[in-house]
T-cell receptor, first 112, second 113 residues
């Protein structure tokens, strides 16, 4: 099956720092999605990307759809304590079952 | 707006017991799915449904059954619980199977002793 490698697995940062995480795949995806899971909650969609090279922002979050269509990046600027949680990438192809494939998540801890 | 509702939120079972995790959505979504989340393993797909009357297996279907008799409901059944099924379970839905924008429930934490 398709594999998504998400890194880093965890991050411990100080409030105010910028954060970068990424996902890479051995397969081409037509859609990349980034979700955030707050502690004790279900994941919530942050950003959806539909076109290779696309750069999309949502407040302090910026995500990019890699040119090769095999990777995606999420950046968080000026982190704050409420950024704590697990961030998941997911990729989706246009063929087959369209079932999204999830990365294993990046756990972010922000120290005040 | 209720979105995706899962019940129960917490459950403790003994090995061999059966139970059903309920999932309901009020968004008229065609696509519904069940995931389990274990530490370090991310979200693994158990079963999914692209519409009423249609279900299919995901990555880790063994030990679980599903049915989709209505658009709104997608229950997950554990026929004979095992300690390996201790996990947090999430139900998710999207407008169609083509849309990757999933809406997740709040999760059901299951412990099997």
């Amino acid at each position: 099956g398709q594999q998504l490698n998400q890194s880093p697995q965890s991050m411990f940062i100080q409030e105010g720092e910028d954060v970068s995480m990424n996902c890479t795949s051995s397969s081409i995806f037509n859609t990349w999605l980034w979700y955030k899971q707050d502690p004790g909650e279900g994941p919530v969609l942050l950003i959806a990307l539909y076109k290779a090279g696309e750069l999309t922002s949502n407040g302090r979050l910026t995500a990019q759809f890699g040119i090769t269509r095999k990777d995606s990046f999420l950046n968080i600027s000026a982190s704050i304590p409420s950024d704590v949680g697990i961030y998941f990438c997911a990729g989706q192809t246009s063929g087959g079952s369209y079932i999204p494939t999830f990365g294993r998540g990046t756990s972010l801890i922000v120290h005040p | 707006n209720a979105g995706v509702t899962q019940t129960p939120k917490f459950q403790v079972l003994k090995t061999g017991q059966s139970m059903t995790l309920q999932c309901a959505q009020d968004m008229n979504h065609e696509y519904m799915s069940w995931y389990r989340q274990d530490p370090g393993m991310g979200l693994r797909l158990i079963h999914y449904s692209v519409g009423a009357g249609i279900t299919d297996q995901g990555e880790v279907p063994n030990g679980y059954n599903v049915s989709r008799s209505t658009t709104e409901d997608f229950p997950l059944r554990l026929l004979s619980a095992a300690p390996s099924q201790t996990s947090v379970y999430f139900c998710a839905s999207s407008e169609t199977s083509f849309a990757g924008e999933l809406f997740f429930g709040e999760g059901s934490r299951l412990t099997v002793l």
